[in-house]
């Protein structure tokens, strides 16, 4: 038994780093896990699982061109009306409430990179999760559901779900068939 623990997006960064160290090229361990390395583990996976924004800011990845400076990778900065909104789904939740909102005409304030980040996270922290990801355009539906693969990707390979599955033609789903990875 251990309390879970919220850390600093820099520890969040630094714990990834040490934890790629441990890893080869063929994606074997060097060595064993520390008892303290599987506890941070622990800690991150169940945090991850239970706040959304914490999920988001230290683990979640996008591209964006935010500055002008042209397309880059960067975590995922929460805006006002991002924040407004995990706000919202957090009462929800604790009124236990169903989370289901419809955006309709949002432009340009990033709730469907939000709704993308929120949806991974369910997808790939809770049981029976299903969501749906809609445009008028079919384009514009790849490329949101692409956002998920995108940050997928690049999440730290001891906090993705072992039994994770992808699949695409069409359409993507993600399957965790466990989706008790913590």
């Not at 941070?40 to 169940?46: D, K």
């Not at 397309?71 to 924040?83: A, G």
């Not at 790849?142 to 690049?154: H, K, N, P, S």
Request: net charge negative; proline share 6%.
């Amino acid at each position: 038994q251990f309390s879970l623990t919220s850390h600093s997006i820099a520890k969040c960064r630094e714990a990834v780093t040490h934890l790629d160290s441990l890893r080869n090229s063929d994606g074997t361990l060097t060595r064993p896990f520390t008892p303290r390395e599987l506890q941070w583990i622990r800690n991150e996976r169940l945090v991850v699982k239970c706040n959304l924004k914490y999920y988001l800011t230290r683990y979640f990845y996008i591209k964006s061109d935010l500055g002008g400076d042209g397309e880059r990778t960067i975590l995922f900065p929460p805006n006002l009306p991002q924040l407004m909104a995990i706000d919202g789904w957090a009462e929800d939740e604790l009124r236990g409430v169903a989370i289901a909102d419809a955006f309709l005409k949002v432009r340009q304030v990033g709730i469907s990179t939000l709704i993308q980040g929120a949806l991974s996270q369910r997808a790939l922290f809770y049981p029976n999760v299903n969501g749906l990801i809609l445009s008028s355009d079919p384009d514009k539906t790849r490329e949101m559901a692409g956002m998920i693969l995108y940050a997928i990707d690049r999440l730290p390979y001891w906090l993705v779900p072992p039994d994770l599955q992808t699949f695409q033609s069409g359409e993507t789903l993600l399957e965790v068939p466990s989706a008790d990875s913590a």
